[in-house]
């Protein structure tokens, strides 16, 4: 059965974002130095349409990752935008420009309902109102059999985490500190059968995997 | 001259302590999990006079901390026993028995003066009612050129952190949640120019090295 993968930046003081988070700074104060590890890489650069970049022990991590998804789901905040109900006259399309990196279909877990939203390169935005449960059968059912990323942020991996639907949760701990945001960890107080199974150490981030027991 | 070197094992989510400290727990609820790759080393138990134990990748680590080490701060809560004043009767001798394993002179930041204690096996544990800064000078004058280890908990290392004194900070890092207790990087907001230098990576736990640039 395909797999509910949690894959996300985390600082040593256990944030995913920094403090002050604005449609301005959607990462919060700092929050962009959870991700140069990432933007760095000639995968993710690629990926995201731009040329050049580097090819280090963290390319082959990004590679497992990208590798084998079918699906993806994130949160409202993530989504980004306005918060509230969408804009009717110009509604939000996402921080990806017209050709998001996902080139499949990604559930956008929020409270206002939303027509699917249809981007070029095979990314659609289904936007989920009825729950996590419900985000995760969709999800799978558009996987086909392929495993599905959870994305972030914070709230939405600690809905997961604590309803023990997780089953590979994959932190990039990277080796700053943010002092105040959101935190990963935040109202979790259990793995749910969690192992850590492999550390991938490098001077910028340290990949951690978790596998289901 | 001689470093300040901040040793302390930490979880997932940035605890140093479990929830719900106590005399009967004083590492709260499920804190000794931080310790136990510690504990099960040969050189840990044979520095506490306990025979048998293992070797593996983190003896190694635990060898680099103990050499060169001259002298220990920590706070006191650490050092443990009753809250407030020291009873007349019968004073708070330490966690460690008659033969503490440290072997040099320890100083215990509290608010409430007391004469050194000298135990067995060179240990004496002085109590410094007069801030970070005098403990630090003291413990760098009785440290007679070699380091000084930041031993916990939390709070005192909060305090040197944020005063910008640590030299090298030893993290060990356990793959598991507490879901609550002390937080090693509560209000502390920047390294100070502390830099990752060094992650070893095993099952049990990972240990990163901060070197000040």
Known sequence: MSKL???ISMSLDGYTSGPDQSVK????VGGERLHQWVVAL???????????GEDNESSRVLEAEIAN??????GRHMFGGHPGGWDA?????????ANPPFHHPVFVLTHHERAPLAMEGGTT????TNGIESALEQARRAAGGKDIALAG??????QYLNAGLVDEMEIH????LLGGGERLFERVTELHGLELVETIATPNVTHFKFLKR
């Open 5 to 7: 993968r949690l894959q």
């Open 25 to 28: 700074e959607p990462l919060g």
């Open 42 to 52: 000639r995968v993710w650069r690629t990926a995201h349409g731009q040329a050049g």
């Open 69 to 74: 998804t079918g699906a993806t789901i994130m």
């Open 89 to 97: 006259e110009k509604p939000w399309r996402g921080w990806w420009g």
């Open 125 to 128: 935005f289904h936007f989920i």
């Open 153 to 158: 942020g914070a709230n939405i991996c600690q």
């Open 173 to 176: 701990q990277v080796p700053v």
